[in-house]
């Protein structure tokens, strides 16, 4: 599968703008470690710009992936922006020169982050901020995101930021966010493998908040990748083709952001918004996430 067509993955609200349900995240547009510049820089811009033809209207980004590349990027290549394009960062972390990723919740380091944002992407609001929680830098952790959100409630009034998201978080933490401000996605790994929020899901749909997955297929073993394979190759389409179809058909409020560096691997993953997976193919990929 290389053709795509978008229009078949069908479309959900985030905030107040309605995106097709298939995006395109562009953290590895940065270097290796997404720490530095792409290695080929004008292959970059190509990618976001084959994204944008071929009508995607959803871009996922920070300004601490690079720190500060993909988010000058998107600036070049797609300037000035279509009225269209729903472009959407997040903070709440930096860079170490070391390549680390270390949390970034003071007030002083949330509302830079914002200006950050705002100046490397050439915008003077950003449509969705993601609060990144970092209580652990691996995955959702329990902490009180009260003192960030106050802060990134603020700027909202200020007119510096339309909507609010959460990242790395656990069904408290969105609980307590949804308690202080309007939230309007939530964005955590969740893919075939690994279904841990497949309650706060569904709980998320039921209130019309989008989820935002990442790493469609991070973490899976040898045993769930080859199941994976098997499936995929029977649909004569690619192992991320039908994990991006399986989030597709997993409900109606997912919103996907595969990423790549490559326009003809961007056509690949764009192809899934058209593929549908047959009742046998998605008895099979049920049994991934309970196989160890």
Not at 224 to 229: E, N, V, Y
């Amino acid at each position: 599968m290389t053709s795509s067509n978008l229009a078949a993955a069908g479309t959900y609200l985030l905030g107040d703008r309605r995106v097709g349900r298939l995006g395109y995240g562009a953290m590895q547009l940065a270097g290796p470690g997404v720490f530095g510049p792409p290695k080929d820089r004008a292959a970059a811009l190509a990618v976001l710009r084959a994204a944008v033809d071929a009508g995607v209207d959803h871009i996922d980004t920070s300004d601490f992936y690079g720190p500060h590349t993909t988010n000058q990027l998107i600036r070049e290549a797609l300037q000035p922006y279509t009225q269209a394009l729903t472009i959407v960062t997040k903070i709440g972390a930096v860079r170490g020169a070391d390549a680390s990723w270390q949390p970034a919740f003071s007030a002083e380091a949330l509302k830079a982050a914002v200006h950050d944002n705002l100046r490397h992407l050439g915008l003077d609001v950003l449509e969705v901020v993601n609060l990144r929680a970092m209580f652990d830098v691996h995955g959702p952790a329990e902490g009180s995101l009260e003192p960030p959100l106050t802060v990134l409630a603020e700027l909202q009034r200020q007119g510096l930021v339309r909507h609010i998201g959460l990242s790395n978080v656990t069904r408290t933490q969105v609980a307590q966010g949804r308690s202080i401000a309007p939230i309007v996605c939530v964005q955590n790994q969740y893919n075939l493998a690994h279904r841990g929020d497949d309650a706060l899901i569904d709980e998320l749909a039921a209130a019309g908040i989008a989820y935002v997955p990442f790493f469609p297929l991070g973490g899976f073993t040898p045993l769930q990748s080859t199941a994976l394979s098997d499936v995929a190759s029977a649909l004569g389409a690619t192992p991320m083709q039908v994990a991006l179809a399986w989030l597709l058909q997993r409900s109606p409020n997912l919103l996907l952001i595969p990423g790549t560096s490559s326009v003809a691997h961007l056509h690949e993953n764009l192809a899934a918004a058209s593929l549908v997976l047959p009742a046998a193919a998605l008895a099979t990929l049920q049994q991934i996430g309970a196989v160890a």
